[in-house]
């Protein structure tokens, strides 16, 4: 059985192949936490190495100097800097969203994530005296199954500040939907981010005192983040402390009952622990979030796929597209589903669908259908 886990983009996160992990809702205010963090039993302890998000190096100084502080016209700092970082022929950074690193760090390697970005942006915009801030992005989630865990994304990215102007900065190429919730989060909160990113990595390499400890970190750090105690139950229930696990379920729920991650997983427990009566007491809301979210029901629809279930793939990403029609993946995993089931006409419209419905900048989709006619042709 797979785990999930929940992460921003700038913070990654894992759950189970029955659970969900969502980005919290923007403009919520989280509360702290009481609860007493479980440790982990029979495992080496993990030391974390001290690190500072937004430590600037030397030579961030120096690339400040040249190309901000030394601008001609000083009420133009904030643009300086945004080109100076985006420009492929300055500083060349490459977005990477499975690297997560410090700001000196990324400056040295020139890659990362939205988190990483984000973080080098803001330590060298205050570096120039600019005022400069974290921002949680709602986007559409993204499940990516990796090593029995699905890794769920969301979305962060830079604001800065300066002379009456402000100004968003994004070097992903993750689309801000014009109405999208935005929520400004402390550099508390984004330091918790990184922790839970990196112990997402040592989840997925199956290190658990080094992802206990990174989960562990997030939480002290920011105590009132719902999806990194749902994360600490996953490290926990694989360590076999399955009751510690259910504690941290628990909490992440006090913390935001509509934490689907940790409202899945706990079910799971429920239903291996034989508490049947538990696990039905919580079933109305598990089968809510799943009819309710059109991606998971995409993720679902994948994994039945994987395992020669078409017809129920077909009817998980039917009811999806009901939920959400304007999404060429539901069309294209639909398209799949139908000619691996046979019906390749039907497989030809909604991979015709799919071609339709293609954002700007993706000019076409990866799925190939043997003897399926071009784009736009008839089958």
């Not at 923007?26 to 974390?48: D, E, S």
């Not at 970082?85 to 499975?98: A, I, M, Q, R």
């Not at 102007?165 to 939907?177: E, V, W």
């Amino acid at each position: 059985m797979s785990t999930s886990l929940q992460l921003p983009i700038a913070a990654r996160g894992v759950l189970s192949s029955t659970a969900l992990a969502l980005a919290l809702s923007a403009c919520t205010h989280l509360p702290v936490t009481n609860t007493a963090i479980p440790r982990l039993r029979h495992q080496a302890p993990y030391v974390l190495p001290e690190t500072r998000l937004l430590e600037v190096s030397d030579a961030m100084t120096a690339f400040v100097n040249r190309y901000v502080k030394a601008a001609i016209h000083p009420e133009k700092k904030a643009w300086a800097l945004a080109h100076a970082t985006l420009d492929p022929g300055v500083l060349n950074f490459e977005y990477d969203p499975l690297v997560t690193l410090t700001s000196a760090e990324a400056f040295a390697a020139r890659k990362g994530n939205c988190l990483t970005f984000s973080s080098l942006f803001i330590a060298m915009a205050r570096e120039a005296g600019l005022d400069a801030w974290y921002q949680e992005v709602e986007v559409q989630p993204e499940w990516n199954s990796v090593k029995e865990t699905v890794l769920v994304t969301m979305h962060v990215n830079a604001v800065v500040r300066h002379r009456g102007s402000q100004y968003t900065i994004d070097i992903s190429r993750t689309g801000q939907a014009p109405h999208a919730d935005v929520r400004r989060i402390s550099d508390a909160e984004a330091q918790a981010q990184y922790f839970n990113n990196l112990g997402a990595d040592a989840l997925v390499d199956s290190d658990l005192p080094r992802a206990y400890a990174y989960f562990r970190a997030a939480i002290l750090t920011h105590p009132g983040l719902a999806y990194t105690w749902s994360n600490l139950g996953v490290v926990l229930k694989r360590n076999g402390q399955t009751e510690d696990a259910r504690l941290a379920y628990l909490e992440a729920l006090r913390l935001d009952s509509g934490q689907s991650t940790a409202l899945n997983n706990l079910q799971i427990i429920y239903v291996e622990q034989g508490d049947f009566a538990a696990a039905e007491a919580i079933q109305a809301r598990v089968e809510k979030n799943r009819r309710s979210n059109p991606y998971y029901l995409l993720h679902l629809a994948r994994v039945a796929n994987e395992e020669n279930r078409h017809a129920e793939a077909i009817d998980l990403l039917e009811r999806a597209i009901r939920l959400k029609t304007d999404d060429y993946r539901f069309h294209l995993a639909l398209a799949e589903s139908l000619y691996r089931s046979g019906q390749r006409e039907l497989a030809q419209n909604s991979l015709d669908r799919a071609h339709r419905l293609l954002p700007s900048g993706v000019e076409s989709v990866e799925l190939t259908l043997p003897g399926a006619a071009p784009p736009g042709d008839s089958p």
